[in-house]
């Protein structure tokens, strides 16, 4: 397992991720994503652990609520040190009937981090991540209650998930203006089966360094070798109860044509090659693994092990490639001469 910096700070976090979207069941789509009682899941966190995974992520609507449950009481069960373990959740959705129990306000975020708190059973949370974007509070509200948090020793670092480019760029001015806790990671969903996050947000994080943490890398199920053109997974499988995140179908199952001959010659599993994928762009710090069993993450943690050759790596480009999109295909066309000046004084 290797470990990467985490965003513009001396944090290392391992390249895996082990997400708790599967533990608890609460709640009708929950359930179908995986209802992991409290036995199974610390054999999952264990086989982690065990496997050099140091970073955990949750959040407080799981399950509402469980998946923190389960997850604080598995590491009180395996007896792993508080300073060996990166613990992430995230606030913003609904946490209870009251009018003011969601969105970003300060008030959610003062009662959310108590009560994730207590769930967890610890006394601190590593990243503390604001879970969508919140149309009714200002950023500076957000960040300013963030930042308290972070002063007063219950947060360690703060980050974003779901945000647009511009969304992301306004809280970093904000927080750079008023000496604010800045956001130092994005979780977000990039796959090989959707890679529009490289329009506008991968750019973003690599100038501002921010790490990246990618949830559902497998597309929701759909690249994880039971579905292709001619192949549906049997019924009750996470696709078929669950039709998310959305997906190019055509273009995914063009993916896994040419991930299914990749994995063939390497003798590994065509999900390995997706997040093996991922594990090779530059951007990614940690990708978000989720699993039901040991042997689904058996599987998930061997690919940390996959090398992808240059190859190899330019035939999945191209299968998967976006299409051309303004102003990009603009930026390509009119900055080519600028490029080659640089290429040409970096080789002298």
Same mark, same amino acid.
């Given at each position: 397992?290797?470990?990467?910096?985490?965003?513009?700070?001396?944090?290392?976090?391992?390249e895996?991720?082990?997400?708790?979207?599967?533990?608890?069941?609460?709640?009708?789509?929950?359930?179908?994503?995986?209802?992991?009682?409290?036995?199974?899941?610390?054999?999952?966190?264990?086989?982690?652990?065990?496997?050099g995974?140091?970073?955990?992520?949750?959040?407080?609507?799981?399950?509402?609520?469980?998946?923190?449950?389960?997850?604080?009481?598995?590491?009180?069960?395996?007896?792993i040190?508080?300073?060996?373990?990166?613990?992430?959740?995230?606030?913003?959705?609904?946490?209870?009937p009251?009018?003011?129990?969601?969105?970003?306000?300060?008030?959610?975020?003062?009662?959310?981090?108590?009560?994730?708190?207590?769930?967890?059973?610890?006394?601190?949370?590593?990243?503390?991540?604001v879970?969508?974007?919140?149309?009714?509070?200002p950023?500076? %509200?957000? @960040?300013? =209650?963030?930042n +308290? !948090?972070?002063?007063?020793?219950?947060? /360690?670092? $703060?980050?974003?998930?779901?945000?647009?480019a511009?969304?992301?760029?306004k809280?970093?001015?904000?927080?750079?203006?008023?000496?604010?806790?800045?956001? %130092?990671? @994005?979780? =977000?969903y990039? +796959? !090989?089966?959707g890679?529009?996050?490289? /329009?506008? $947000?991968?750019?973003?994080?690599?100038?501002?360094s921010l790490?990246?943490?990618v949830?559902?890398?497998?597309?929701?199920?759909?690249?994880?070798?039971?579905?292709?053109?001619?192949?549906?997974?049997?019924?009750?499988?996470?696709?078929?109860?669950?039709?998310?995140?959305?997906?190019?179908?055509e273009?995914?199952?063009?993916?896994?044509?040419?991930?299914?001959?990749i994995?063939?010659?390497?003798?590994?599993?065509?999900?390995?090659i997706?997040?093996?994928w991922?594990?090779?762009?530059?951007?990614?710090?940690?990708?978000?693994?989720?699993?039901?069993?040991?042997?689904?993450?058996?599987?998930?943690?061997?690919?940390?092990?996959?090398?992808?050759?240059?190859?190899?790596?330019?035939?999945?480009?191209?299968?998967?490639?976006?299409?051309?999109?303004?102003?990009?295909?603009?930026?390509?066309?009119?900055?080519?001469?600028r490029?080659?000046?640089?290429?040409?004084?970096?080789?002298?």
């Amino acid at each position: 397992m290797r470990y990467r910096q985490f965003g513009n700070t001396g944090l290392f976090v391992s390249e895996l991720c082990l997400g708790t979207m599967t533990f608890g069941g609460e709640g009708e789509m929950w359930n179908q994503i995986g209802d992991l009682q409290q036995a199974d899941a610390d054999k999952l966190i264990g086989r982690a652990f065990d496997a050099g995974i140091n970073f955990i992520d949750t959040a407080d609507v799981y399950s509402q609520g469980q998946s923190e449950v389960i997850t604080g009481q598995a590491l009180k069960n395996l007896d792993i040190a508080r300073d060996e373990v990166v613990v992430a959740t995230k606030v913003f959705g609904e946490t209870g009937p009251g009018v003011n129990a969601r969105g970003l306000t300060r008030y959610h975020i003062m009662e959310g981090v108590k009560a994730s708190l207590k769930r967890l059973q610890l006394d601190h949370i590593d990243l503390y991540q604001v879970h969508g974007f919140d149309p009714a509070t200002p950023i500076e %509200e957000t @960040l300013r =209650a963030l930042n +308290t !948090l972070v002063e007063h020793g219950h947060v /360690r670092y $703060i980050g974003v998930s779901n945000w647009a480019a511009w969304q992301i760029m306004k809280a970093l001015g904000i927080a750079e203006r008023h000496g604010l806790a800045r956001f %130092e990671s @994005l979780q =977000a969903y990039y +796959t !090989l089966a959707g890679r529009d996050l490289e /329009r506008e $947000i991968v750019p973003l994080l690599e100038s501002e360094s921010l790490g990246l943490m990618v949830w559902s890398p497998l597309a929701g199920g759909l690249l994880s070798g039971k579905y292709g053109r001619d192949k549906q997974a049997e019924a009750g499988s996470r696709r078929t109860t669950f039709d998310f995140p959305p997906v190019a179908v055509e273009r995914a199952y063009d993916c896994i044509e040419v991930m299914q001959g990749i994995a063939g010659a390497k003798g590994v599993s065509v999900a390995q090659i997706a997040l093996a994928w991922l594990l090779h762009q530059r951007a990614v710090t940690s990708v978000i693994v989720g699993a039901k069993r040991i042997d689904q993450l058996d599987d998930n943690i061997a690919a940390s092990e996959v090398r992808l050759s240059d190859e190899e790596l330019a035939e999945l480009q191209a299968v998967s490639a976006l299409p051309p999109e303004y102003p990009g295909w603009m930026f390509e066309r009119q900055g080519d001469y600028r490029r080659q000046q640089i290429d040409q004084s970096r080789q002298r």
